[in-house]
């Protein structure tokens, strides 16, 4: 199963980017999906997530700046990533989990995205 990630980017501290994830229909809409990101060094981390029926949640360091969506007629998902700090500088990788509400554990996901860079400059 592919799925597209996009929407990266060289931005300034403080500025705004949107990601987007399209997902195949059938492998999407009644699982959970979520955003991961991956710095250099470090280990992938979760980001955000969103439940089959809508619900969402967050890491704490994006609480507030970053919002998760999905589109269930064109089968995407979306992260406004508003506030951005240079810490945010990461590989972001788009997922769907086995399971109808998301997990922050990278091994409850079957697909991922190959990844889209952020670049938040200081």
């Known amino acids: 199963v592919q799925l597209q990630a996009s929407g990266g980017g060289l931005v300034q501290a403080g500025g705004s980017l949107r990601l987007s994830c399209a997902a195949p229909?059938?492998?999407?809409?009644?699982?959970?999906m979520a955003w991961f990101r991956q710095a250099p060094g470090k280990e992938r981390e979760f980001v955000a997530g969103?439940?089959?029926?809508?619900?969402?949640t967050y890491a704490d360091d994006v609480k507030g700046r970053f919002t998760i969506s999905r589109d269930y007629g064109s089968s995407k998902m979306y992260l406004q990533m508003n506030g951005l700090k240079p810490e945010d500088t990461a590989v972001y990788f788009c997922a769907i989990n086995r399971r109808s509400v998301p997990q922050r554990e990278a091994s409850g996901y079957l697909y991922w995205g190959q990844g889209t860079l952020v670049t938040v400059s200081s």
């Open positions: 229909r059938r492998t999407s809409n009644n699982n959970a």
């Open positions: 969103v439940s089959w029926s809508g619900s969402t």
